[in-house]
């Protein structure tokens, strides 16, 4: 089964442009030569799905912050909402109708990249283009931390208008990931599906305009449907679901550890991250988690599966986020980007931490054996 596994992972990385160093700069490459088109449909979504669709990023992923707080913040309400869409390597932004497509991806040189795309219908040539905004974005992701820009899951609260609510202006923005207790998570965003035992953020506004940090006691439900919260024209699905959102959040978890090591190698960041892949420092569902949308599934079936059709992929979401201990994201572009010494040091590591978690880490160990070449000997 491994030569399978193997060949699949080379056709996916052929796909990129061989001088370009991520899937977006891939993409305008292949807009340029004409291999490629984007389609602009009416009624307000304009290239949006054309878009997913070339840089294979799954509509079931969509999830649905609602603070005015990103590059189109003027036009981000809770009865406008702006989509989010994402794969391991990418994340994919838009408020309906037209604006920018905000898009970020992971280059292989180690850290992000950012685009945008007018999204007002096709200029004078009628060609769409892309055009990169690193520094304009940088200047709200390089406050993830202070050494490299990051990815954005942040708890923000807002009130009914979508105003965010920031108490402290130096560090505007809550960065969550698997570390955070649940009840200190997603503010500011809409989480759908079904939850037991769970208290978040999310769904909620503060009542007040005068006390905006005062919310409701019982914090935010799990929804099964946002039908009454905005027009459904508004997004390409009717869910922000829980288990999209939470995939979303350990893959920002993963990148901004990685980002930090890329440019400040230290021994407690690698430790870090050793604890964040395995999931030592997950914090365990309060109780069984489901989405409502197509998202688990369509997950799950990307692969790569070992001989014995397991995969990093598969979800638990009855104890914890997923079934096997260690990160799908050792096989993303940020993982590659690690300097060859420190990744050296992280499959050590890994390895070792992954031997000390009994049968779930031989099975780790054993899937991830079989499906990425190039590993350590030892790890076969």
């Known amino acids: ?33 004409g291999e490629v088109k984007l389609a602009y449909a009416p009624g ?15 509509p079931e992923s969509q999830v649905l912050p609602f ?32 604006g920018l497509i905000e898009i970020l991806a992971n280059d292989r040189r180690g850290g ?29 992701h390089g406050m993830v931390n202070n050494v ?7 708890n923000i609260i807002a009130t009914a208008d979508g105003m965010p609510q920031i108490p402290n202006p130096a560090h505007p923005f809550d960065v969550t990931d698997q570390t955070r207790d649940f009840q200190d998570r997603w503010g500011g965003w809409y989480v759908t599906g079904k939850t037991q035992n769970m ?22 439900p799990t929804l099964a449907s946002l039908a ?28 901004n550890r990685v980002f930090v090591l890329n440019k400040q190698y230290s021994e407690a960041g690698l430790d870090d991250l050793v604890a964040y892949m395995t999931f030592a420092s997950e914090v365990p569902l309060p109780g069984p988690i489901q989405g409502n949308s197509g ?39 940020a993982f590659e980007s690690l300097p060859p010494d420190t990744k050296d040091k992280l499959y050590r590591r890994l390895y070792d931490a992954l031997k000390a978690r009994g049968a779930d880490g031989a099975d780790a160990i054993a899937i991830l054996a079989g499906t990425k070449p190039e590993l350590p000997d030892y790890w076969k």
């Open 112 to 140: 992000l990249v950012f685009y945008t795309l007018d999204n007002n219908g096709p200029d004078a040539k009628g060609s769409p283009r892309l055009v990169e905004e690193s520094a304009r974005c940088a200047v709200c």
């Open 44 to 58: 307000g979504h304009g290239y949006l799905e054309s878009v997913l669709k070339a840089l294979k990023v799954s």
């Open 228 to 255: 009454d919260r905005f027009d459904p024209a508004h997004a390409l699905k009717p869910t922000s679901d829980i288990v999209a959102l939470m995939t979303l959040e350990h893959q920002t978890g993963f990148a």
């Open 295 to 333: 998202f688990t599934a369509d997950f799950a079936k990307r692969g790569p599966f070992d001989g014995k059709g397991r995969s990093l992929r598969s979800f638990d979401l009855n104890n914890r986020l997923f079934r096997y201990p260690l990160s799908y994201m050792i096989y993303s572009t």
């Open 67 to 98: 603070t005015s707080s990103s590059l189109q913040f003027d036009r981000i309400t809770p009865k406008t909402p702006r989509t989010l869409y994402f794969n391991d390597d990418v994340s994919v932004g838009a408020v309906h109708p037209g």
């Open 148 to 154: 490299a820009p990051g990815w954005i899951v942040a």
């Open 1 to 33: 089964m491994l030569p399978l596994a193997v060949a699949a992972i080379a056709m996916a990385r052929a796909d990129s442009e061989p001088d370009t160093t991520n899937v977006v700069a891939a993409l305008e490459a292949r807009l340029a030569k």
């Open 199 to 220: 208290r978040h953020l999310g769904n909620i506004t503060a009542p007040d305009p005068d006390k905006p940090y005062d919310l409701p006691a019982e914090g935010g």
